[in-house]
């Protein structure tokens, strides 16, 4: 594939244009999935340059193919396919639609649709630039647009407004002002999740980006080039930049860096990883394992980097000689808790909860009034991916009747995998479990979502059915 070197001088940095390229290898990969098993009708909502059709022509054949996007957008695009793939204008059904402006309901009108017929709609790179009545608009016309709809959308996350988080709508813009793109719609996970579901849609799949980066080249996205507080890259290093493109660059990181020096002195959490230097063998796992680059190798002993540091506590759950712990979440601490809990009650059920998900879910359980076992104590962790295999098993020893692990959704990890390598060691654990003949039915990991007090009910009974 030949790559517009336009695309570059357009600024999108390295970072985004390689999760840019996830997202759209991961679309498209759902349009043929989709239309291998049987969907006979593909939209695609702010086709813009897109020309899948035109790549995809041997899969989607007799596929009723439509590309809706801003009248002047289309025109343009119809005008280099007349002069490069006429043949294409033939198979591609051309609708020009202001999604702010103009009636979404007649759009489709006389357009062969079958509203019988189970129907794809695409929409990459479209919802973020709609503002928040024409975002529900479009959700509700996607939603009633037939029987069966399978839609598949990116939008932006609202922590980049937050007033905390390194990067605000305001700096995104000047940053990116360049491009003249202008975003309007950021949603946190759990608002998105809540509008889809009150527009009838159920949710398959929602994932960020970068674990896409990661499924497709089993590689994480280079912590450096990722928002790290403290770590500012400019210039030519992101990608082909024309001077005054670095200029501006320049000016943005200094802007951004000057809000760190102001004070002279820098605050961080304290929930921040250490390496006791006398325990590590530095083998190096901990660095494998972080997806922020927090661990400076190039010390001895190692060093965790505090302003890099998510405090998801990943490290110290694969650390092989408990050399690295997170504070406040320290391994005697999470013990003592476990202990304490047991020693009081016997036989109860331990639910260790990540903070960003399964925690929640148990509160919305718990604000709902929803009816569950009494035998289940929780224990809050930042993340499933700070549990060791040495943290699960411990319980026991303490006369646990079971343990629950709960983590986020498969794809929506707060620190990007630490549900996958809880899993995997819950796993491990199950088996361990089953040799010791302590049985391995007693633990079991669970995935779930903030909103899903109902999951989490379910959990517990299953748990306390099975223990
Ligand atoms: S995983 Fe533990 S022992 Fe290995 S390098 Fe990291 S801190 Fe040291
Ligand atoms: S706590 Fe998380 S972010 Fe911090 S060093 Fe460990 S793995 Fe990296």
């Known amino acids: ?64 193919f439509i590309e809706i996007d801003h009248p002047n957008t289309q025109k343009r695009k119809i005008k280099i396919l007349v002069k490069k793939s006429p043949e294409i204008l033939e198979k591609v059904v051309y609708v020009g639609l202001d999604l702010e402006k103009d009636d979404l309901d ?60 390194p990067l605000t709508v305001k700096r995104w813009r000047k940053e990116f002002g360049f491009m003249h793109e202008n975003y309007n719609s950021f949603f946190s996970y759990e608002t998105m999740e809540k509008k889809l579901i009150n527009f009838g849609f159920r949710i398959k799949r929602h994932l960020h980006l970068a674990n896409l980066w990661k499924e497709y080249t089993g590689d994480r996205v280079p912590g450096h080039l990722m928002h790290t507080a403290g770590v500012f890259i400019a210039g030519t290093i992101t990608g082909p930049k024309s001077i005054p493109e670095s200029i501006t660059d320049a000016a943005a990181a200094a802007a951004r ?18 390496i006791n230097g006398d325990l590590c063998i530095q083998c190096g796992l901990c660095d494998d394992t972080c997806n922020y680059d927090a661990i400076d190798t190039t010390k ?26 997170l504070r406040q979440y320290l391994d ?6 476990v202990r304490g809990i047991l020693e009081a009650e016997p036989n109860v059920i331990i639910a260790y909860c990540c903070a960003q998900c399964g925690y929640n879910a148990a509160d919305v359980a718990g604000t709902a009034r929803s009816d569950y076992p009494e035998d289940i104590r929780i224990v809050r962790l930042p993340c499933s991916g700070r549990i060791s295999l040495d943290s699960i098993l411990m319980p026991f020893n303490y006369g646990a009747r079971g343990v629950m692990v709960v983590g986020c959704l498969e794809d929506q990890c707060h620190y ?10 819950a796993l491990k654990a199950k088996k361990a479990l089953d040799l010791l003949g302590v049985g391995g039915h007693r633990l079991e990991f669970f995935n779930m979502s903030s909103a899903d007090g109902h999951k989490f009910v379910e959990a517990a009974k299953r748990m306390v059915k099975q223990c």
């Open 1 to 64: 594939m030949k790559i517009n070197p336009g695309f570059w001088k357009k600024g999108l940095n390295s970072v985004g244009f390689l999760l840019a390229i996830c997202r759209h290898r991961f679309m498209e990969d759902i349009m043929l999935e989709n239309t291998k098993a049987g969907f006979k009708q593909v939209v695609l909502l702010g086709a813009g340059y897109d020309t899948s059709y035109r790549r995809n022509q041997s899969f989607l054949g007799e596929v009723r």
């Open 106 to 165: 007649s759009a489709l009108v006389g357009r062969d649709l079958v509203d019988s017929e189970p129907v794809l709609v695409i929409a990459e790179g479209v919802l973020s630039y709609l503002p928040g009545d024409t975002f529900d608009k479009v959700l509700q016309w996607v939603a009633d647009l037939a029987d069966h709809v399978c839609f598949v959308a990116d939008y932006r996350l609202q922590q980049m407004t937050d007033k905390d988080a």
């Open 257 to 274: 860096l000057s809000t760190f020096l102001k004070d002279k002195t820098m605050t961080v959490n304290l929930d921040k990883a250490y």
């Open 300 to 325: 001895d002993p190692f060093e965790v980097l505090p302003v890099s540091c998510h405090g998801c506590g990943m490290c110290a759950g694969v650390c092989p000689t408990n050399a690295i712990d």
């Open 332 to 337: 005697p601490q999470v013990e003592s808790q």
């Open 416 to 425: 990007i995998d630490g549900n996958i390598s809880a899993k995997e060691r």
